[in-house]
């Protein structure tokens, strides 16, 4: 892996015959493309000044194709420039100290035998396609290269998405078993990841379905198919996210209901007793008054006649109460 501080971060020629990397950004200029016979690529950090140097110098890009593929933050879209494409597209977010769903952005300026990746951050379906072609493998074709990246980063988004659903049910299942402690924060994380995930995902369905409109001369009809796919596969996945946002409402709301329940049942009881023992207390109190003529005061067993005259109240409003259907 090469050093995040140098512009170049990986780069190949590619043909038929052979994978060779290119380790010199300074020797690449506009006239290296191979055509027909293969291509090249070169991925380069949007952060140094010899990209920006390079691309603005030697790469023959129009300026708002530079433009694009320097900038740091981006919403998914696609940009059509003479015989080249544009695609600008977001991952998943993979690096240290990060959250997946702070998704990172991957800049493509693509056209016949030269391919152009650039990104702030590290994009690891890219770190993944420069190992397969370390290794002597790798898509050959401009062609096989973008559908790679598309199935890359659209797969691990599915991933991700499924993992969170599965998470949902172990919180279905939780509430049920009354474990409710620690959900609620819980369900706020993924209500909060699933809107940002979805911010980035309906642009990248929209950039997938003009993808398949365009008519790109290099772009074959079985490359489009799968095109087709990844937008529907995007849609799905939209209407998966959906699902999980529902889901986690729901049982917000469950979890809610149950509290609320709970506090309902236990100020219910608290109001019973309450009610069966303000009597008591009124009577207590007025016996506890320390006036002369209280009756008793003479009577050894007074204080006996007097419990035994608070078990049969009590008992009397147990009795209402039931029938009352109070209990």
């Known amino acids: 892996m090469n050093n995040t501080n140098e512009a170049l971060l990986n780069g190949y020629i590619i043909t038929e015959e052979k994978i060779e990397k290119i380790k010199d950004l300074n020797n690449i200029t506009e ?15 949007v952060g140094t000044e010899e990209t920006r140097t390079w691309l603005k110098n030697k790469s023959g890009l129009s300026e708002i194709v530079i433009q694009e593929l ?17 695609i ?17 952005s991957l800049h493509m300026w693509i056209e016949p035998g030269r391919i152009i990746t650039s990104r702030s951050e590290r994009v690891l379906t890219m770190d993944e396609i420069d190992k397969s072609y370390a290794a002597g493998a790798g898509p050959l074709s401009i062609n096989d290269f973008l559908i790679r990246v598309i199935d890359g980063i659209t797969n691990k988004i599915s991933e991700y ?3 969170m659903e599965e998470q949902i049910d172990d919180m279905e299942e939780e509430v049920l078993t009354g474990e409710t402690d620690r959900l609620r924060s ?6 909060r990841k699933t809107i940002i995930i979805r911010r980035y995902i309906v642009p990248q369905r929209e950039l997938m379905a003009r993808l ?9 009809e079985a490359n489009k198919e799968y095109i087709y796919e990844f937008s529907d596969r995007t849609i799905r996945l939209l209407e998966e996210l959906d699902n999980i946002r529902d889901r986690a409402a729901l049982i917000h709301e469950e979890i809610n209901n149950r509290i609320n329940d709970q506090m309902n049942r ?25 006036i002369g003529g209280m009756p008793g005061v003479d009577n050894d067993s007074a204080f006996w006649i007097f419990s035994f005259s608070m078990v049969i109240l009590i008992v009397i409003e147990y009795i209402l109460f039931k029938k009352n259907n109070w209990l």
């Open 31 to 45: 006239r290296d493309s191979l055509g027909e016979k293969g291509f090249l690529w070169y991925h380069l950090n």
């Open 70 to 86: 320097i900038s740091e933050e981006t919403r998914p879209r696609i940009l059509k420039d003479d015989d080249g494409i544009l």
């Open 161 to 163: 998405i499924y993992d």
């Open 186 to 191: 819980q369900l706020s994380e993924k209500r």
């Open 88 to 104: 600008n597209l977001r991952g998943l977010n993979f690096n240290a100290d990060s959250d997946e769903e702070d998704m990172v």
């Open 266 to 290: 236990t100020m219910y009881i608290l109001s019973i007793v309450g009610s069966i023992f303000l009597p008591l207390g009124f009577l207590t109190g007025l016996f506890g008054i320390n």
């Open 212 to 220: 398949y409109r365009e008519k790109i001369p290099w772009l074959t």
